[in-house]
């Protein structure tokens, strides 16, 4: 479904982003992911190559709140493919911290990769897309839609996604660039592996399917909205959470 094209993954080093990277090599893209260090993409890596030493995959550890070097890493993958088609903004971290015991340095630090991030890589993704169009998906959360108990900014950061995703589709569907999110419910990564027992517990009961989704689920609605097959889909956060309702 993506054969020809090139996309970037951010945060594709584990869970989700790295099953988005995982399907789209086997869609038939070239992709480059980053990370937040040199060892997590080394390890990420071999991992591919280990599952397919043909992939052709690069990893890149640009600090994604600098506009500098996210220049520079994007500038390196259209000097290696020619041409950058998809931006998957899937980085996040998040946040359960009670509000009276909330601080300004954590809503800094969600707020500088969950938002100021996915600014900064699809403000450069427009340089490279504007001349033949492009795809970029943001990774949203149900929480962007319903909040949570506990952790405020990181459901405000998500309806921040939400917004730049409805606004960014409307201005620059003009240069045939289509900008969409997608939310996932509680999906099975390390994130969710250090939630208490006590918080997922009362989570599966809201969820009609019964279960918490798997990572390569959620990327499969990754790999349908970068492709040509959701050509007329813009501006749509698209859940991927079993209907679960909290
Ligand atoms: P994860 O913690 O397993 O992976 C996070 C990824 O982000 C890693 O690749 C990591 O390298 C990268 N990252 C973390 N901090 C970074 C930083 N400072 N700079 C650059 N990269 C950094 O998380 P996940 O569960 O796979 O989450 C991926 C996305 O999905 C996030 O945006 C998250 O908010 C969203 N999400 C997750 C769930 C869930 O249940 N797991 C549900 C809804 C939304």
Do not use: W
Not at 93 to 114: A, C, G, I
Request: aromatic share 8%; net charge neutral; hydrophobic share 40%.
């Amino acid at each position: 479904m993506l054969e020809g094209k090139v996309a970037i993954v951010t945060g594709g080093t584990r869970g989700i982003g790295y099953a988005i990277v995982k399907k789209f090599l086997n869609n038939g893209a070239k992709v480059v992911f980053f990370g937040s260090r040199q060892e997590t993409v080394d390890k990420a890596l071999a991992s591919l190559k280990e599952e397919n030493a043909n992939y052709d995959v690069m990893g890149l550890f640009p600090n994604l709140s600098s506009e500098e070097e996210v220049r520079k890493a994007f500038e390196e993958v259209k000097n290696k493919y020619g041409k950058i088609d998809v931006l998957v903004n899937n980085a996040g971290m998040s946040s359960r911290t009670p509000f009276d015991q909330h601080t300004m340095e954590e809503y800094d630090k969600v707020m500088d990769l969950n938002v100021r991030a996915v600014y900064t890589c699809s403000r450069v993704a427009v340089d490279y897309m504007k001349e033949k169009g492009g795809v970029i998906i943001n990774t949203s959360s149900m929480v962007s839609i319903y909040g949570q108990p506990s952790g405020v900014m990181y459901p405000a950061s998500k309806f921040a996604v939400n917004g730049i995703t409805k606004s960014l589709a409307r201005e620059l569907g003009k240069y045939n660039i289509r900008v969409n999110a997608v939310a996932p419910g509680v999906t099975e990564t390390d994130m969710v592996k250090e939630l208490p027992k006590e918080m997922v517990e009362p989570l599966l009961r809201t969820i009609p399917l019964g279960r918490i989704g798997k990572p390569e689920e959620v990327a499969d609605a990754f790999v349908f909205l970068a492709s040509d097959m959701a050509s007329y889909v813009t501006g749509e956060i698209l859940s991927v959470d079993g209907a679960a309702r909290n």
